[in-house]
């Protein structure tokens, strides 16, 4: 780049003399003397501003135009590489020539009287002259065309900078300005040479840095060399891990062994355990009987102060004592009271929870997940507490949650519980109720208008039963049994009677079927736990609810009693099919099912007769031995 600015530099400076001795081959031009001595018959010769002599102006133009380009400053250009094309529109212009030299230096002189032989030379001179102008003007020509592709080049710099793009198309279009653009041209040189001093330097920065990064490099391969040598150690380490990960391997297998007979000892204490929870349910008794008597309501305080008729003794929480006062037929004499002992497996006091009355039937309900079919009910008159007890108020709390929501809770967290043991469970819930001995579905949208329900065996070669058309809907959490539990409550038949004003005239029956299945061990149980809450049980005139309803409500539960005395004298014949209820429980009532019922009592004096019948009718049902519960395992 420095080459080409010097030629372009040295073209453009170099003294129009020095090129005028190079175009004539370093011969200094011959200067011929003016002729002092006067000639005959010619007039005086007229000074150099005659009309044959161009003007000064015009001379100094041709000269410029005669001077041919500097023959050194050619071929330094031509030896030099390409180079930027504004160094190279610079060297094919035309320099402007310095001043000519003075005519007559370096020639011979004629005499002042040999005209002709002036004439001669001047004739010489002019077809020199005409010959190096048509030279000239070829050489015009070649540096026209040059001129004409520096003109393309300047065009394609256009598009890449506007300024010199501009400046270019001006070049194209005035020739006459080539000079003025031929210093805007140096003037860029020079900037261009700034410019190239600027990255000289950042050169010089980078190969610094470059520097810099040689010697980090070195400093890197010596880390990398560092590294190589742990790496080796790690290999080493590697090896040595992997023999030490392959005894590891092995006391894995051993573990595994180990684990595995852990799991069969689980597995054996989980059905130690469930036996063991079986055996202590039989010595309980398959048919369990707990009474519950139920706190005053606000509206009854103040017509009886306390429930001095019922008796709870403190030294035995499964019995009860009922005592009425017999008055003389005088008035005068007054007897001691009549009492009637009752015994059962629990008696719930008033003042019990839910949760406490849970409590007692947690362990039962337990049974149900590991395979026995297991059935609670609610037995006693109208506004006794049944359906409180079994499902809880209107409004569900947790503190206030009956039997069914609860249970179902139990359910599904031990099922929880037992996955960790390799048991899966899959439920299936249903809620029906049984209205003059009619199935009706509590889970449709109108119950009145299904279709009638009947009770078949699933077939022929199984005692298990089934209702076709009824909904069996799966459930996976405690979540979607409470909804269903909302519905059904909404759709249940409930009648208005003397007694209670939201008196439950249907048997509601909730039923959970739990599938479980331990792959590793193949083992399989079914079972169901049967939630039922009994319509009431008090006698016609003291209801004074009429009619061929309360004659079936009244039957049932009638048939129930039969049916578990019964199963309690070994009786060949079980009448279960003579009502819906008893046949819809068959699998949950026989030997091989575990049973408990709730006797809900009233604490009003004036329910006493009906009380002194619901507990006389536990009794019985207390007292009856159904066999050993067996589990349904496959």
């Excluded at 579905?441 to 070669?461: A, Y």
């Amino acid at each position: 780049m420095e080459g080409s600015m010097f030629s372009v530099n040295d073209v453009i400076q170099r003294p129009l003399t020095e090129q005028k001795v190079n175009v004539d081959g370093g011969q200094q031009p011959l200067l011929k003397a003016a002729s002092r001595l006067p000639v005959p018959g010619l007039r005086p010769k007229r000074p150099a501003t005659n009309e044959n002599e161009p003007p000064l102006e015009n001379r100094k133009r041709a000269r410029n135009l005669l001077a041919p380009p500097r023959r050194g400053a050619m071929s330094l250009a031509v030896s030099q590489p390409k180079e930027a094309p504004a160094a190279s529109a610079l060297r094919g212009r035309r320099v402007p020539a310095g001043p000519a030299p003075a005519p007559g230096v370096g020639e011979k002189k004629r005499a002042p009287w040999d005209l002709k032989g002036q004439v001669g030379d001047l004739r010489a001179k002019v077809t020199t002259f005409k010959e190096k102008v048509q030279g000239l003007e070829g050489e015009n020509r070649a540096l026209e065309q040059q001129v004409a592709g520096l003109e393309q080049e300047l065009q394609r710099l256009v598009a890449q900078n506007g300024e010199l793009g501009s400046r270019a198309s001006s070049l194209a279009s005035e020739v006459q300005v080539w000079h003025a653009q031929a210093e805007e041209s140096l003037q860029k040189v020079s900037d261009l040479s700034a410019r190239e001093r600027q990255l000289e330097e950042l050169v010089g920065s980078q190969k610094q840095r470059i520097g810099e990064l040689e010697g980090a490099t070195a400093e890197m391969e010596e880390a990398n060399r560092g590294l190589a040598a742990q790496l080796k150690a790690t290999t080493v380490q590697l090896r040595l891990a992997e023999g030490d990960l392959a005894q590891r391997g092995q006391e894995n297998e051993a573990l595994r062994s180990q684990l595995a007979a852990q799991e069969k000892r689980l597995h054996e204490s989980e059905m130690e355990r469930r036996f063991l929870h079986n055996t202590v349910q039989e010595l309980k008794g398959n048919i369990r009987v707990f009474c519950r008597v139920r706190p005053l309501l606000p509206c009854e305080r103040q017509a009886q102060k306390g429930v001095g008729h019922l008796r709870f003794p403190p030294e035995d929480k499964g019995a009860l004592v009922l005592a009425k006062a017999e008055e003389s037929h005088t008035g005068r004499e007054r007897k001691d009271d009549i009492t009637y002992e009752f015994n059962f497996d629990r008696v719930f006091p008033p003042s019990s929870s839910q949760e406490d009355v849970f409590e007692e039937i947690a362990l039962l309900v337990q049974s149900a997940l590991d395979g026995y079919h297991v059935c609670i009910f609610a037995y006693g008159q109208t506004g006794s507490g049944k359906t409180y007890t079994m499902e809880g108020p209107e409004e569900l709390a947790p503190s206030t949650a009956g039997m069914i929501p609860r249970a179902v809770q139990q359910i599904f967290r031990a099922a929880r519980q037992m996955e960790a043991k390799g048991w899966k469970y899959q439920f299936t819930a249903n809620f029906l109720e049984i209205y003059k001995e009619s199935l009706r579905d509590l889970l449709v949208l109108r119950p009145e208008r299904s279709g009638e329900l009947e009770i078949k065996r699933v077939n022929q070669s199984t005692e298990e039963l089934h209702v076709p058309n009824l909904s069996y809907v799966p459930v996976a959490s405690e979540g979607e049994v409470l909804k269903l539990l909302q519905t059904a409550k909404a759709n249940r038949s409930v009648a208005k009677t003397i007694l209670n004003e939201r008196s439950s005239r249907s048997h509601s029956l909730f039923q959970l079927h739990i599938e479980g299945q331990h792959a590793s061990r193949d083992a399989h149980t079914s079972s169901v736990l049967s939630l039922v809450d009994l319509a009431g049980s008090e006698r016609l005139d003291k209801s004074l609810s009429t009619g061929e309803r309360t004659q079936a409500i009244n039957s049932s539960l009638s048939n129930l009693g039969l049916v578990i005395m019964a199963l309690s004298n070994k009786e060949a014949h079980v009448p279960y099919r003579n009502s819906k209820l008893t046949y819809l429980l068959q699998n949950s009532l026989g030997g091989s099912s575990k049973m408990l019922m709730f006797v809900n009592i009233s604490p009003l004096e004036e329910n006493f007769a009906e009380s002194l019948n619901s507990l006389r009718f536990a009794r019985k049902v207390n007292e009856c031995v159904i066999g050993t519960a067996q589990a349904h395992r496959k």
